[in-house]
């Protein structure tokens, strides 16, 4: 066979994801959070994009891409994500649904261009550089610097400060002590034992508690701060699996003393703080905001609307496009400007597109539902999302997508979307399958309701099920109450009759 070069001609067909569609689908999983962070910077990016401040915002000449249904008025969503009218008692707020696809804002006074509205975002604004009230704040100091500042008034010798610095770098987020003491000797070149001293020094630090190696030693030092540190107690601390388990007849053999004393002494453990560093967190505690709000109507149906005050209300600025255009000379302005223009109105028909698809498939899971809105989690359905998205007519990944970090308002409480979404049980009489978040719910109850004399088994809790019509193994029940992390039949047996002696 010849070696040599050749032309050839072939046809495939290959499926690609354009950047357009990447980014419909990255806006999709997006929550409304973190919708708000990634348009932020689309304004910073693009200039022709302006944030809606306020209602009444003057239109760039376009009409909306479909009409919007007034509030309240009895909605459906068909595959295309318009509204079409239907029988169903579900009300589908469209109100915060903005779809414009340009704007227009009112031409600036003459000599001060976009300089004159600051809160075109964020752009040619006289103040943008000044920090905002949270750069003007001051934060709680970290765990790291409260004791840098009693480092600097407790050692006066330059090593053993500088030994000390070292250990509290060696701090986890709790205060616990991770750094291997004889490795650090022998790296430094410095005698274990005045390493140790100053572990003990370091000890005494404030909170009470900090550079333990472990969790008994860091109860220890909380117990001989109050002066109660005995040997009862240290017996009891050296036997810390058997509280965990409230093994109280065990415990009374270890440290001798009546289950009395021992009830007492867990009592006192109970009341100390296992991880002091932790109140030194500055991690910022963010609240959880729904994506979409479920509301009871006046005819008796659900009134379903995305949460406005976390959605981004953009339009597009033409006039800004056509007085720049027209005054850009070179090729490469022009190409900046088409591309300002093309991606502008791309990401709001993506924000279009991603409230209708979350509507949609909130709308569908408040109709399958509907008994756990009502009555509660009793009647929580089984349901996957194979059933969602061919209800809809969607694909499963898209319905997961739009689950995914979405949270639900409901009369019940806030719900995480991926929570309706639960496995299914089957029925003893042939009847409806039952939902494993039910299930969970009713050995809950049947818990909660024993008493110090008739604990429930596994076994029997699962012949109390299946005599309510639930098909269920023993091994799924185990499953079920450890996962929910209720003890065993045994744990709980010691825990009630502790409870009863109180």
């Known amino acids: 066979m010849a070696i040599g070069p050749r032309l050839e001609l072939r046809h495939s067909q290959t499926l690609v994801m354009t950047p357009q569609l990447q980014q419909a689908i990255k806006l999709l999983q997006f929550s409304n959070l973190e919708l708000r962070e990634y348009v932020e910077t ?5 200039p022709l994009l302006e944030r809606v401040d306020g209602e009444g915002a003057e239109g760039g000449g376009e009409e909306p891409a ?46 001060l261009g976009d300089a004159y509205y600051p809160e075109r975002g964020g752009r040619g604004g006289f103040d943008e550089d000044l920090p905002g009230l949270e750069g003007t704040l001051t934060s709680p100091p ?25 250990l509290i770098d060696g701090l986890d987020e709790a205060g616990y002590l991770t750094i291997d003491l004889a490795e650090l000797a022998a790296r430094v070149g410095i005698d274990l034992g ?3 001293a100053l572990v003990r020094r370091l000890q005494g630090f404030d909170p009470t508690g900090v550079f333990a190696r472990d969790l008994k030693e860091c109860l220890a030092l909380q117990l001989k701060e109050r002066n109660r540190f005995d040997p009862a107690m240290a017996a009891l601390l050296d036997n810390l699996p058997l509280v965990a388990r409230k093994d109280i007849q065990a415990l009374v053999r270890l440290c001798g003393v009546d289950a009395e004393d021992v009830a007492d002494m867990i009592g006192e453990i109970r009341a100390l703080n296992p991880k002091p560093g932790n109140a030194f967190e500055t991690d910022v505690v963010q609240t959880l905001v729904p994506d979409v709000f479920v509301r009871r109507a006046a005819d008796g149906g659900w009134n379903i609307e995305l949460n406005a005050d976390t959605l981004p209300r953009l339009l597009v600025n033409t006039r800004y496009h056509a007085r720049v255009l027209s005054q850009s000379r070179g090729k490469t302005d022009k190409v900046f400007l088409s591309d300002c223009l093309a991606s502008a109105n791309w990401l709001i028909r993506s924000l279009d597109q991603r409230a209708n698809t979350i509507l949609k498939v909130a709308a569908e899971l408040v109709k399958r539902q509907e008994g756990f809105l009502q009555h509660g989690v009793k009647h929580l359905k089984p349901l996957n999302l194979r059933t969602i998205a061919e209800a809809i007519e969607m694909h499963e ?6 689950t995914s970090n979405k949270y639900m308002a409901t009369p019940r409480g806030i719900y995480e ?32 309701a024993e008493t110090a004399d008739d604990i429930l088994s596994d076994d029997k809790i699962c ?16 499953k079920y109450r450890e996962a929910m992390r209720i003890g065993s039949s045994a744990e709980r047996r010691r825990t009630k009759r502790l409870e009863k002696q109180k």
Do not use: C, W
């Not at 689309?42 to 693009?46: G, V």
């Not at 990944?397 to 739009?402: E, F, K, L, N, Y």
């Not at 639960?422 to 049947?446: M, P, Q």
């Open 42 to 46: 689309e304004l910073e990016r693009n």
């Open 194 to 196: 005045r390493i140790e």
């Open 463 to 478: 012949e109390l099920l299946k005599a309510e019509g639930i098909d269920i193994a023993r091994r799924t029940v185990a």
């Open 397 to 402: 990944s898209t319905v997961s997508r739009v």
């Open 142 to 166: 970290t765990l790291k610097e409260h004791l840098t500042e009693q480092l600097q008034v407790t050692f006066t010798d330059p090593a053993d400060r500088l030994l000390a610095a070292v």
């Open 66 to 111: 479909a009409p919007l249904p007034s509030a309240g008025e009895p909605m459906s969503l068909d595959s295309d994500g318009a509204p079409a009218a239907a029988a169903e008692a579900i009300d589908v707020d469209y109100e915060n649904v903005f779809n414009n696809d340009s704007s227009a804002d009112a031409p600036s006074p003459e000599g």
């Open 417 to 448: 979307m991926k929570y309706f979404f639960t496995a299914s049980l089957g029925s003893t009489d042939g009847g409806d399958s039952h939902s494993a978040e039910a299930v969970r719910a009713r050995i809950r109850e049947l818990v909660d």
